[in-house]
């Protein structure tokens, strides 16, 4: 299996454009959560998808962040405009949840966003 | 303040010796407790979770609950330089881990120096 993939897996934009995160989870895995890592706030919960819908968004920091899951296979996380402070490393990881279950989460590589 | 406070470190440590990694929190309902490693330029991947107090052992690392003074720790056997790593503790409210939050700590980079 080729594990949760994540594009691009650098990005250096400039403050005020739109930045796209891409991500496909694991086939089969029928969750998908979207992380921010900083050195300051580590890892913190964006938004998480069950079955395509989005259960728990309130870790989103503003109107600025958006995401979107289409379909079971792709997942998107737009900032739009982006900001200096945006700056981190986003990860992805999926999941296969199911009732009593403790299957874990299995996070991507990540994707490191410097805003200028 | 965090809902879950971990000593960023960095901690490093000879070859052989036993390493000692811990975090504090105060939610009092986080019922399972984990331990997730991350190697530089990866992201992190499950090493071990503890349900409720009591100790867990899986080889060289044993995972230890104290829910009574909201303590939870990670011991390192015989480390090694493989171990080199962050390690970042992580708690959630229930036991379905996969379809639920996971609140982390900051992460302890840990260095096994040979």
């Known amino acids: 299996d080729a594990g949760v993939i994540q594009s691009p897996r650098h990005e250096v934009t400039e403050m005020g454009q739109e930045v796209t995160l891409r991500c496909k989870p694991i086939?089969?895995?029928?969750?998908l959560f979207w992380y921010r890592q900083t050195m300051m706030r580590g890892l913190e919960l964006l938004i998480y998808f069950n079955n395509n819908v989005p259960i728990d968004d309130s870790g989103m920091p503003e109107d600025r962040f958006s995401a979107k899951m289409p379909n079971a296979s792709f997942s998107t996380l737009k900032i739009q405009p982006s900001e200096p402070r945006d700056s981190a490393v986003y990860f992805c990881?999926?999941?296969?949840?199911?009732?009593?279950?403790?299957?874990?989460?299995?996070f991507g590589p990540g994707t490191r966003l410097t805003v200028l | 303040q965090k809902e879950v406070e971990q000593d960023p470190g960095p901690l490093s440590v000879p070859e052989g010796a036993i390493v000692s990694l811990n975090c504090t929190y105060s939610n009092s309902a986080f019922q399972y407790f984990m331990w997730y490693r991350q190697y530089s330029r990866k992201g992190p991947e499950l090493l071990m979770y503890t349900y409720s107090s009591g100790n867990k052992e899986d080889g060289r690392f044993t995972a230890q609950v104290d829910k009574s003074s909201k303590y939870i720790s990670l011991f390192i056997r015989d480390s090694q330089p493989s171990d080199s790593a962050t390690y970042l503790c992580a708690m959630t409210l229930g036991s379905n881990f996969g379809n639920e939050k996971l609140t982390f700590g900051t992460g302890t980079r840990l260095t096994i120096i040979p």
């Open positions: 990881a999926s999941s296969l949840s199911n009732s009593g279950g403790t299957d874990t989460q299995y």
């Open positions: 086939s089969g895995h029928n969750s």
